[in-house]
């Protein structure tokens, strides 16, 4: 635990697919079943590339202007195939990734808030919090049911900022962290203000050249570099 308080963030914020859970491989397979019956084939490569980050209402705004045969498919009849999808791949839960409750102890313990911004919907985040016994480490949540513009747009965490500031007024956007995993959530969060630590994953290659702190498993996450990235 960091003994100088004015080392430590006034509180992190944790993007939810592929930082708190392993999600995002998930994601893509409930969309890859949600197009096939139109003849589309959404590739790993394509999804990670095109689409990760994204909420559902913008990947799809997305699939749809790139394939013409889903101009005439509503959103609403879309997205309830890629949800049942999603919600059959994730009917037993899923494990948080390795380091992830390691670390919300050690930031509790130092009094520091946690939150989440995510595209995820509400449901599917608290969902998978339940499951793995996490929903008492955050004291606010932001979802794609709470915005109306997705990630990149800075949005979700302005709003996470609001929350959390309710309670605790004194929280500073610049004194603040946000660990994300992808392009969408770096550009959000650091047009927010946030300070920004990406967990690389193979579809990072393109914010490497950013500058962003980077570290590839939690373990790496000290409370040393956390005071170093502020």
Excluded: W
Aim: charged fraction near 30%; aromatic fraction near 8%; proline fraction near 5%.
């Amino acid at each position: 635990m960091l003994r100088n308080p004015m080392n430590r963030p006034d509180a992190v914020i944790f993007d939810f697919d592929g930082v708190l859970f392993e999600t995002e491989p998930v994601h893509h397979v409930a969309f890859a079943r949600a197009v096939a019956p139109y003849d589309i084939r959404l590739t790993v490569d394509r999804y990670s590339e095109l689409y990760v980050g994204l909420n559902d209402r913008e990947i799809f705004a997305r699939l749809q202007a790139a394939h013409p045969a889903l101009e005439h498919v509503s959103l609403t009849a879309f997205l309830a195939e890629k949800n049942q999808a999603y919600l059959e791949l994730t009917r037993d839960g899923c494990a948080p990734i390795e380091g992830v409750v390691a670390l919300l102890s050690r930031l509790r313990r130092a009094g520091t808030p946690c939150a989440i911004c995510s595209g995820s919907r509400g449901a599917e985040i608290d969902r998978l919090l339940d499951s793995a016994g996490l929903a008492a480490f955050f004291e606010a949540i932001v979802s794609a049911d709470d915005v109306e513009r997705s990630k990149p747009d800075p949005q979700g965490y302005q709003m996470v900022l609001e929350e959390l500031r309710q309670a605790r007024p004194a929280i500073r956007a610049g004194r603040t962290i946000a660990i994300e995993d992808s392009d969408a959530g770096i550009r959000a969060a650091a047009a927010a203000g946030l300070r920004v630590i990406a967990l690389r994953k193979p579809y990072f290659e393109r914010v490497a050249q950013r500058g962003i702190d980077e570290f590839r498993a939690f373990d790496e996450l000290t409370d040393e570099r956390i005071a170093e990235s502020l």
